[in-house]
């Protein structure tokens, strides 16, 4: 199908690692990304990788991709307050659309 | 403007009226999307404009939806005979067109009631 799949809902402790998933479609997709959208704002570009990566790392963030699996990963470490927000996944196959997941909503209990 | 905008920031019609939504990109931006946001989640993809390519129509979910980019920049977004299901938050966004990561900048949306 052409839906990238994530979980919906996601709730963790303060200080925690949270985990969010997504699972996207096509293999020769050439660029991947994490948007995060904050409570009343827009979608703002948060992290991405080339498909050519299996790793990569930003501060708090790593985002892992399994090519095999189709399937993408954002960990937060020491997960803050802050953090509380909603997590899109999203696809990019050359110069074709991008086409975002459903978002997962992360909550972060104090 | 630095950024995408979107006019109007909110918008309340009644059942059966049409309404119009104008996104303004960032200058320079080949494509622009249009998303439907529902209950402060799920982005449903509607359009897709791509320089002077024919746009991608595959997300628009009736023919009451509508959307042209004049002279590749600006979008409006018509909706005819507004229902109570359109309610929901229209978001905008632009990006560049190329082989790199070509972030998309989105606008901060207009919510759009139908009473």
């Known amino acids: 199908g052409e839906d990238v799949e994530q979980s919906l809902f996601l709730s963790v402790r303060e200080g925690d690692s949270s985990v969010i998933n997504c699972t996207y479609t096509?293999?020769?997709?050439?660029?991947l990304y994490w948007y995060k959208q904050e409570p009343g704002a827009g979608l703002q570009l948060l992290t991405y990788i080339f498909s050519n990566m299996d790793m990569k790392q930003d501060q708090r963030l790593t985002v892992l991709l399994n090519k095999k699996d189709k399937h993408l990963s954002l960990r937060i470490a020491d997960t803050q307050t802050g953090d509380s927000a909603i997590y899109f996944c999203a696809e990019r196959r050359g110069y074709q659309k991008v086409t975002f997941g459903t978002g997962t909503k992360l909550q972060v209990i104090p | 403007g630095a950024g995408v905008s979107q006019s109007p920031s909110n918008k309340v019609t009644e059942k059966g009226k049409d309404v119009e939504l104008r996104c303004d990109p960032i200058s320079g931006h080949t494509a622009l999307y249009w998303y439907r946001q529902s209950l402060g989640q799920g982005l449903e993809f509607l359009i897709y404009?791509?320089?002077?390519?024919?746009?991608?129509k595959s997300g628009l979910p009736s023919d009451r939806f509508s959307a042209e980019r004049t002279g590749g920049s600006v979008s409006t977004l018509t909706i005819q005979r507004t229902q109570q299901e359109d309610s929901a938050v229209y978001l905008c966004a632009s990006s560049q067109t190329g082989p790199d990561r070509n972030e998309q900048f989105f606008g901060p949306g207009t919510r759009l009631t139908v009473l």
């Open positions: 404009f791509q320089g002077n390519s024919a746009p991608d």
């Open positions: 096509d293999s020769s997709s050439t660029y």
